[in-house]
């Protein structure tokens, strides 16, 4: 099945404690994206990658890192977690978007709590 | 600022009435505009994508609309059903330089519908 795969789904952690949340997709997809959702503010990119070693910030870069070493994972890291980062965190990826029709698929989400 | 507005924030049918959503957009230069329905908890799912010289498109109750000339987009839902209780998200994209769509999120409409 084709699909975006996301871990942990659920998260409670503390201040200052690195973690990472690995993503992943079997669709030989070349662009990957991470966002958070957050109440009444919709969905904002992070960071994104157009292609294995190819990454860039998004809108809210701050306080995160990611890799690409690899087409099929997009690994989100937090080196010093805060809880401005508790949120609802997505990872999405897409086909090339050279086309004017590219879809992105969506991971099911991580919720993370700093605590 | 490229920014996505949609009205109304929530929602509240009866089961098998008909309701329509709304997005208004002023990203620029306008690529596509899609909608996503995104079930509590889940990740976003794409519903319909129109370029600019689509003013309408339908997926089985589901039918969108854009108009390019006054950026606007709407989501007709034709006899609702409880299974279309979630969050509708707009998203409008962007070409940038190099062929990357730069996406913005509306902060989406909550919807549920009542037996």
């Known amino acids: 099945e084709a699909q975006v795969t996301q871990n942990p789904r659920y998260l409670i952690t503390v201040t200052g404690k690195k973690l990472t949340v690995t993503c992943s997709q079997n669709?030989?997809?070349?662009?990957m994206s991470w966002y958070r959702q957050d109440p009444g503010l919709g969905l904002r990119q992070i960071y994104y990658?157009?292609?294995?070693?190819?990454?860039d910030k998004g809108d809210v870069p701050e306080g995160y890192k990611v890799s690409r070493k690899e087409k099929r994972n997009f690994p989100l890291i937090l080196e010093s977690p805060s809880p401005n980062q508790t949120s609802l965190y997505f990872c999405?990826?897409?086909?090339?978007?050279?086309?004017?029709?590219?879809?992105?698929?969506f991971g099911p989400g991580t919720r993370l709590t700093v605590l | 600022k490229n920014q996505v507005e949609q009205s109304p924030q929530s929602l509240i049918i009866l089961e098998g009435k008909n309701c329509t959503l709304q997005c208004n957009y002023t990203v620029s230069p306008f690529s596509n505009l899609r909608w996503y329905k995104q079930d509590t908890g889940r990740g976003p799912v794409s519903l319909t994508i129109m370029t600019f010289s689509e003013n309408t498109k339908s997926n089985g109750r589901y039918t969108a609309t854009l108009d390019a000339d006054t950026k606007q987009s709407s989501l007709h839902i034709t006899a609702s059903q409880l299974s279309d209780s979630a969050s509708y998200i707009c998203v409008v994209s962007k070409m940038n330089s190099g062929g990357y769509q730069k996406v913005t999120f509306g902060t989406g409409t909550k919807l549920q519908v009542i037996p």
């Open positions: 990658s157009m292609n294995v070693e190819v990454t």
């Open positions: 999405a990826s897409s086909p090339r978007t050279s086309g004017r029709y590219n879809e992105q698929f």
């Open positions: 669709m030989n997809h070349e662009y």
